[in-house]
């Protein structure tokens, strides 16, 4: 509620200094121009009904309580701008963006099942920006403060959760929340033909992949674009992150990340785009102590690229990720990168599947009536629903039935890049690689079948969406019982809904 009245108050704040009259009759839907601020509001309700099959947790057989899952999102929003910015030698951008609900709001795993299961974030309110930026044309000067989400290149480790859905990219996501965080920030403008632009920026930050309840995490971000805006751009992200846990112990990291983007018509043949990313995390940590090493080095890789052809009533789309794993979690390394959670690559295997694996082990290997002595930092371990420890190729199709209406979908081939281990039964086994019902794994994850449709349509100013989701995996050798058979398939269905205005 808090957040609430902050909203009413800001938005007030701001009217109070746009005179009354001027052009506001052009300026849309919840519009407001005056001599000073022009200001527009906006708000989207989306909503998703999720089904999943049962499917083993454990070498027990422990599964999901629930298979049914209902998660809404109510946003409201804010902007504001100055008008007639010629006159001035300064433009000001505030926005403002706030989900008063979020999260799942029925179906929610008990916690003594497991942590961070996939749909176990209870509904929520979430502030996503209230952040002001100033823009100085003449001195080639941008800078800004405030609550904000953070976003680079296609959103393998900073993703805002905004990139969702489109017709040509097929994309079976529904991203919520995002990275958030306050954030000073400096850069400029787009420099040279070459529209090169340059950004300092420090963040507290607030919510992310990396951050569980009571840690503090600060970074510091250096990043060059160069082609901001163009058909062709490629750009620099520099990260230093340090990162305290209640307990006293933590990271501190250094976080290179490129990413490139370039497309070209090809006439008749359609418009081909080409994009990539690649992040190296390199650091130390005290988390996840053991005996012999009470402090970890850090080298994580991860890397994906997305093809697109758009030929206007089909195409195709081709992603490729790859993120270095771990199958040992006694030795000095720690190797296993996660991709941001937000960054969905299919329906099932990464984002229930594992999560819920991954989330079952904090469990099972903090048993004392299982093992004698659980190893400190377990809740680091689930993945929340974030790719890891996998090399994957996800071909898919397109097809414009009808101008308000999309079919989509392909197979998901995954592998991984290590042996799939699970902290309690690898332990179990003497440090031998086991994964999480028990048995010895193989590299080949499975295959995963995506379908999709989705309708859409714009009514009077609102803008409405109906879609429907399934997916059913079949289950690779890396998902080897202990008893040497390997689990069965599992199914998932979801129907997504939402209105913009």
């Given at each position: 509620?808090?957040?609430i009245?902050?909203?009413?108050?800001t938005s007030?704040?701001?009217?109070?200094?746009v005179?009354?009259?001027g052009?506001?009759?052009?300026?849309g839907?919840a519009?407001?121009?005056?001599?000073?601020?022009?200001?527009?509001?906006?708000?989207?309700?989306?909503?998703?009904?999720?089904?999943?099959s049962?499917?083993?947790?454990?070498?027990?057989?422990?599964?999901?309580?629930?298979n049914?899952?209902?998660?809404?999102?109510?946003?409201?929003?804010?902007?504001?701008?100055?008008?007639d910015v010629?006159?001035?030698?300064?433009?000001?951008?505030?926005?403002?963006?706030?989900?008063?609900?979020?999260?799942?709001?029925?179906?929610?795993?008990?916690?003594r099942?497991?942590?961070?299961l996939?749909?176990?974030?209870?509904?929520?309110e979430?502030?996503?920006?209230?952040f002001?930026?100033?823009t100085?044309?003449d001195?080639?000067?941008?800078?800004?403060g405030?609550?904000?989400?953070s976003?680079?290149?296609?959103?393998?480790?900073a993703n805002d959760?905004?990139?969702?859905?489109?017709?040509n990219?097929?994309y079976?996501?529904?991203?919520?929340?995002?990275?958030?965080?306050?954030?000073?920030?400096i850069?400029?403008?787009?420099?040279?033909?070459?529209n090169?632009?340059?950004?300092?920026?420090y963040?507290?930050?607030?919510?992310?992949?990396p951050?569980?309840?009571d840690d503090?995490?600060?970074q510091?971000?250096?990043?060059?674009?160069?082609?901001?805006g163009?058909?062709h751009?490629?750009?620099l992200?520099?990260?230093?992150?340090?990162?305290d846990?209640?307990?006293?112990r933590?990271?501190?990291?250094?976080?290179?990340?490129?990413?490139?983007?370039?497309?070209?018509?090809?006439?008749?043949?359609g418009e081909f785009?080409?994009?990539?990313?690649?992040?190296?995390?390199?650091g130390?940590?005290?988390?996840?102590?053991?005996?012999?090493?009470?402090?970890?080095?850090?080298?994580?890789v991860?890397?994906?690229?997305?093809?697109?052809?758009?030929?206007?009533s089909?195409?195709?789309?081709?992603?490729?990720?790859?993120?270095?794993?771990?199958?040992?979690?006694?030795?000095?390394?720690?190797?296993?990168?996660?991709?941001?959670?937000n960054?969905?690559?299919g329906?099932l295997?990464?984002?229930?599947?594992?999560?819920?694996q991954?989330?079952?082990?904090?469990?099972?290997?903090?048993?004392?009536?299982?093992?004698?002595?659980?190893?400190?930092?377990?809740?680091?371990l689930?993945?929340?629903?974030?790719?890891?420890?996998?090399?994957a190729v996800?071909?898919r199709?397109?097809?414009q039935v009808?101008e308000?209406?999309?079919?989509?979908?392909g197979?998901?081939?995954?592998w991984?890049?290590?042996?799939?281990?699970?902290?309690?039964?690898?332990?179990?086994?003497?440090?031998?690689?086991?994964?999480?019902?028990?048995?010895?794994?193989g590299?080949?994850?499975?295959?995963?079948?995506?379908?999709?449709?989705?309708?859409?349509?714009?009514?009077?100013?609102?803008?409405?969406?109906?879609?429907?989701?399934?997916?059913?995996?079949?289950p690779?050798?890396?998902?080897?019982?202990?008893?040497?058979?390997?689990?069965?398939?599992?199914?998932?269905?979801?129907?997504?809904?939402?209105v913009?205005?």
């Amino acid at each position: 509620m808090r957040w609430i009245r902050l909203w009413v108050l800001t938005s007030w704040c701001l009217l109070f200094f746009v005179p009354r009259g001027g052009g506001a009759e052009d300026c849309g839907w919840a519009c407001a121009e005056g001599d000073f601020w022009r200001l527009r509001g906006r708000a989207q309700y989306q909503t998703r009904l999720e089904g999943v099959s049962t499917f083993p947790l454990d070498r027990y057989g422990t599964s999901l309580d629930r298979n049914f899952f209902f998660l809404p999102v109510l946003r409201v929003g804010l902007s504001a701008e100055t008008t007639d910015v010629a006159r001035r030698p300064y433009s000001l951008q505030f926005d403002y963006e706030h989900d008063l609900i979020t999260g799942v709001e029925d179906g929610a795993p008990p916690d003594r099942l497991g942590r961070e299961l996939p749909f176990s974030r209870k509904s929520h309110e979430e502030l996503r920006r209230l952040f002001l930026r100033a823009t100085v044309p003449d001195a080639f000067l941008v800078v800004g403060g405030g609550y904000t989400l953070s976003h680079w290149g296609l959103g393998l480790l900073a993703n805002d959760g905004a990139h969702g859905w489109t017709k040509n990219n097929a994309y079976f996501g529904d991203p919520r929340s995002g990275d958030r965080v306050i954030r000073g920030t400096i850069g400029t403008t787009p420099l040279t033909s070459a529209n090169i632009v340059l950004r300092l920026a420090y963040d507290e930050v607030v919510g992310d992949d990396p951050l569980l309840r009571d840690d503090d995490a600060q970074q510091y971000i250096a990043s060059v674009l160069v082609g901001s805006g163009l058909r062709h751009s490629a750009g620099l992200y520099v990260v230093y992150r340090t990162q305290d846990a209640k307990v006293g112990r933590g990271f501190d990291v250094v976080v290179y990340d490129v990413f490139a983007r370039t497309s070209r018509s090809f006439g008749a043949m359609g418009e081909f785009s080409l994009a990539g990313e690649a992040a190296v995390i390199d650091g130390s940590t005290s988390l996840g102590p053991t005996v012999d090493f009470p402090k970890h080095d850090l080298l994580q890789v991860g890397a994906t690229v997305q093809a697109r052809l758009d030929r206007e009533s089909y195409g195709f789309a081709l992603d490729f990720l790859f993120a270095s794993g771990d199958e040992n979690f006694d030795d000095r390394d720690q190797n296993a990168f996660k991709v941001d959670p937000n960054y969905e690559f299919g329906l099932l295997l990464y984002r229930v599947v594992m999560a819920a694996q991954t989330g079952r082990t904090v469990v099972t290997a903090a048993d004392p009536t299982l093992v004698g002595r659980p190893v400190p930092d377990l809740e680091r371990l689930p993945t929340r629903g974030a790719p890891s420890n996998t090399i994957a190729v996800f071909p898919r199709v397109w097809w414009q039935v009808l101008e308000p209406m999309v079919v989509y979908g392909g197979p998901l081939f995954a592998w991984s890049e290590v042996d799939y281990a699970d902290a309690f039964n690898t332990r179990l086994f003497g440090g031998e690689p086991h994964n999480a019902l028990g048995g010895r794994p193989g590299r080949f994850y499975g295959t995963e079948l995506d379908l999709g449709w989705r309708y859409f349509r714009n009514v009077r100013g609102f803008d409405f969406q109906l879609g429907a989701e399934g997916a059913v995996l079949f289950p690779g050798n890396a998902f080897r019982r202990l008893d040497g058979s390997t689990m069965s398939e599992v199914f998932l269905g979801r129907v997504l809904f939402e209105v913009r205005l």
